[in-house]
């Protein structure tokens, strides 16, 4: 696949999957975590004060778990469903390649332990629209728990490929992530939510 080529590069682990021959677009794929930081604490923080100043108290009580746990449920089936995706056709590898499949080429890479802000700020617009749709009176403050629960994913995702918990629950995570990348691909799809993989039972036990 040509649009896909790996260079080497001045880190340890000697390798970036690179998706595009453009020097532009390759940026777009790549996501500092500062950056990551910098855009969605300011989205979060105006979502949740919208909310607060919007919403009835019994609407910011059921609307806020109920977007935690639509994420849960949205993070779960996206990395099962769809990131590991089997397609035959070239067109359509390239697109799972590109999609996720390059993270499991390198996972180390700290560039891409984040999923790219050209994918999430499209996609968060989206969901805050079907929320707004819906009609409930809690929308925002369930955008907000939706948000809430992406942040702490790609944080503890980033985590799990670039630091050293101190913590139990720090080092479980981990733990259960890296399984899903060095133990077989089918498996602990949940990153924030490992219940949901005895839950479905998709599950890999530790040897």
């Known amino acids: 696949m040509k649009v896909f080529m790996v260079f080497r590069t001045s880190r340890p682990h000697a390798t970036r999957v690179r998706l ?18 910098s855009i969605w604490s300011p989205i979060i923080l105006f979502t949740l004060v919208m909310a607060c100043q919007t919403e009835t108290l019994s609407a910011l009580i059921i609307g806020f778990p109920c977007g935690l746990l639509a994420w849960s449920l949205f993070e779960y089936a996206a990395h099962r469903y769809v990131f590991h995706l089997s397609l035959k056709s070239v067109a359509g590898q390239k697109f799972i390649f590109l999609l996720h499949g390059n993270h499991h080429a390198d996972p180390q890479d700290p560039l891409r332990s984040i999923m790219p802000l050209t994918v999430t700020l499209p996609l968060g617009l989206l969901i805050w629209l079907g929320c707004w749709g819906i009609g409930f009176s809690g929308h925002t403050s369930a955008f907000a728990g939706f948000v809430c629960g992406y942040i702490l994913y790609d944080t503890l995702h980033w985590a799990a490929h670039q630091a050293s918990p101190r913590n139990r629950i720090g080092r479980y995570l981990k733990r259960h ?10 498996g602990n799809y949940a990153t924030t939510t490992p219940v949901l993989d005895r839950l479905f039972r998709t599950r890999i036990q530790r040897r």
């Open 20 to 37: 595009f021959r453009n020097h532009w677009l390759e940026l777009t794929t790549l996501t500092p975590f500062p950056v990551f930081v």
């Open 177 to 186: 992530h890296q399984l899903h990348h060095h133990s077989r691909l089918h």
